[in-house]
């Protein structure tokens, strides 16, 4: 009778756990965005330090509990998000990955209770036993009506999964693990998730895909909010995967205009740093082909990662060229080595490509968007509808965002140069699965293709896992906005910015 006990417990805990993942997310998301508003609020008022640890007990006054089991946990849980906000991990303790932007909130994590195989209705209770006899650890035990695993015994190995001849034994992989692309996220003898940070690629897909909110993202808003209120040259660089994901009427210059009223000193389209990716990568382009090299893009650091951790074979053959927010942030720089650049998109691998120091002169900070929207709630700042009359970046920079961009900018580059681009064959891929095929065939020598695109998050950029709204909820705004761009071409922009001040390569 224990075992049965012990298996229906199991069952509702997997139950509950379904129902929040069909019905909480918007919860989990209220929370985090609640956490970064607050911490924001302090920073502008210059009393984080002094105040941080009270923003715990005032979105969790007691005496009841909101969401978990009780208030310690739950305030636990915010004093975790509250150093993520201030770009720390959530503990004060070292281990192994406390470099990695991303991070796991050991409390949250602890709610999670699916064990990794389940017992299903499948099961026959039949006489062989094969689950049973094939288990090393214990941890099969026979109910009334269905064996039962005990998630405390059980080792994962997934023997009782193979041998049960009714396959009523389930794999139940975690949301967070069946996200990640590389394999990089396993679970200690807690059942709290582990990622391995040689494997991870900073790629965020796991930090959205966790159903109670146990995974994050270091943030830099403290940081910038700072630089802000000391009165340093702060600039904001808005992605090219931005236009349109605040609805038609709100443009570049609405945003430029927000960022304003925020203290950032201006705000300059990184669709600008597309137009000079694409030209210096159309050169290396047309050199590794004259040399029969093959090239891959380099403006996706998550896809970078990949190949510097899982194809590390392939390194030489990533572009030496900048990413577009490096090459706008040494632009500014070069115009004043004072100011703080601060970058503001959907990338999550952006963070982590802020972090890397050997590039010089790279963005400062990284911004989410949903950072940057808790940094204008604090000030009480909204977008306005504004005439779209800011055209920093041509239109191939400004579609740098979308799966297929890159390619069309590098190519019209090569055109705009006099080259004939029908000799060249590109690759296009966009999401893990497409990138690590094309990565493998190019591995084995058998890709009919001279260059690779990889984008990491499916759709591009504008797919990146800390979008305000989804690519297909504002695809027709953003449409209406880049039909708005004029016809300079990639070169006849570039003619308006001193390209000779700055380095083009990492």
Not at 268 to 279: F, H, S
Request: hydrophobic share 35%; aromatic share 6%.
């Amino acid at each position: 009778m224990c075992a049965e006990g012990e298996g229906s417990k199991g069952q509702e805990l997997s139950r509950r756990v379904n129902a929040y993942m069909l019905t909480n997310d918007a919860t989990v998301n209220k929370i985090k965005h609640e956490v970064l508003y607050e911490v924001a609020k302090l920073a502008f008022s210059g009393e984080f330090d002094e105040k941080k640890d009270q923003i715990a007990f005032k979105m969790i006054p007691g005496p009841k509990p909101k969401f978990r089991c009780c208030i310690y946990k739950e305030r636990e849980i915010i004093r975790q998000r509250v150093r993520l906000a201030e770009g720390l991990c959530p503990t004060d303790n070292d281990r192994e990955g406390s470099d990695n932007i991303i991070q796991v909130i050991d409390t949250a994590c602890m709610d999670c209770p699916l064990s990794h195989y389940i017992v299903t209705d499948n099961c026959r209770k039949c006489m062989a036993k094969a689950c049973q006899q094939s288990c090393k650890f214990g941890a099969i035990s026979m109910g009334r009506d269905r064996a039962y695993i005990d998630p405390d015994k059980c080792k994962e190995c997934g023997m009782c999964a193979q041998n049960c001849p009714y396959n009523a034994i389930a794999d139940l992989i975690r949301p967070c693990k069946k996200a990640c692309p590389v394999n990089a996220i396993t679970m200690d003898d807690n059942g709290i998730c582990v990622i391995d940070d040689s494997k991870c690629i900073r790629c965020g897909q796991c930090i959205h895909r966790c159903p109670f909110g146990a995974i994050g993202s270091k943030a830099a808003m403290v940081d910038v909010i700072r630089s802000i209120v000391s009165g340093k040259r702060v600039v904001a660089m808005f992605a090219p995967a931005m236009e349109g994901q605040f609805g038609q009427d709100i443009t570049m210059a609405s945003i430029r205009t927000a960022c304003r009223k925020l203290g950032f000193a201006d705000m300059v389209e990184v669709g600008l740093g597309g137009d000079m990716t694409a030209a210096a990568e159309a050169e290396e382009w047309i050199d590794a082909y004259k040399e029969g090299q093959k090239k891959t893009t380099s403006c996706c650091p998550a896809f970078v990662n990949m190949i510097r951790k899982h194809f590390p074979e392939l390194e030489g053959a990533i572009s030496t060229t900048a990413s577009p927010m490096c090459l706008v942030s040494r632009m500014l720089k070069a115009q004043d080595e004072n100011t703080v650049t601060v970058f503001v998109g959907p990338c999550i691998a952006k963070k982590d490509e802020a972090m890397d120091k050997s590039i010089a002169g790279n963005a400062d900070y990284v911004l989410s968007i949903g950072e940057f929207r808790a940094i204008m709630r604090a000030k009480g700042v909204r977008f306005e509808p504004e005439e779209n009359d800011i055209q920093q970046a041509s239109i191939y920079g400004k579609r740098f965002g979308n799966g297929g961009g890159v390619t069309a900018a590098v190519l019209k580059s090569m055109e705009e140069s006099g080259e004939d681009i029908s000799k060249y064959k590109v690759e296009k891929c966009s999401g893990a699965a497409e990138c690590r095929k094309i990565l493998t065939l190019l591995k084995a020598g058998r890709l009919n293709a001279d260059f690779v695109e990889g984008m990491m998050c499916e759709g591009g950029c504008v797919g990146g896992p800390s979008q305000h709204r989804t690519e297909m909820q504002f695809k027709k705004d953003r449409e209406k906005l880049l039909g708005e761009a004029d016809t300079r071409g990639v070169h006849e922009n570039l003619m308006e910015y001193d390209m000779e001040s700055f380095r083009m390569h990492r």
